[in-house]
């Protein structure tokens, strides 16, 4: 029933750029989270952006410390699309880049989403 796949990930150097993007299927938006976490090797895996829509359909982006200023969140309900812009990228935001969806109290734990996509890497090279 639900769907979530990542693209968009790849290879760059230090200071560069990339779009996620995710393709959503079977999920009404409305006081729903999307959210982009990420795993490294040896890492747990961690919330990097979430978004979330309102009853009344204001939406609200949250961001990690690590990336805020320089990653972007956004959706696009008619295309039923979630991205992530990547921006000023470091090697330490190498890693698998997961979408997922739920009615989560804490946007950023992981636990508390049923739903994933299968991930896109993402490699930034010193």
């Known amino acids: 029933q639900v769907r979530l796949v990542e693209s968009g990930g790849g290879s760059v150097q230090t200071g560069g750029s990339l779009n996620l993007s995710c393709a959503v299927s079977?999920?009404?938006?409305?006081?729903?989270?999307m959210v982009w976490f990420r795993q490294a090797p040896g890492k747990e895996r961690e919330g990097v952006a979430g978004i979330y829509t309102s009853d009344t359909m204001a939406i609200y982006a949250y961001y990690a410390d690590s990336v805020k200023g320089r990653f972007i969140i956004s959706q696009d309900i008619a295309k039923s699309t979630v991205a992530l812009q990547l921006n000023s990228l470091k090697p330490e935001d190498s890693g698998m880049y997961y979408c997922?969806?739920?009615?989560?109290?804490?946007?950023?734990?992981?636990?508390?989403?049923?739903?994933w996509g299968q991930g896109t890497q993402v490699t930034v090279s010193s």
């Open positions: 997922a969806t739920g009615k989560a109290r804490r946007w950023e734990l992981a636990d508390g989403y049923g739903h």
């Open positions: 079977g999920v009404t938006f409305r006081r729903t989270w």
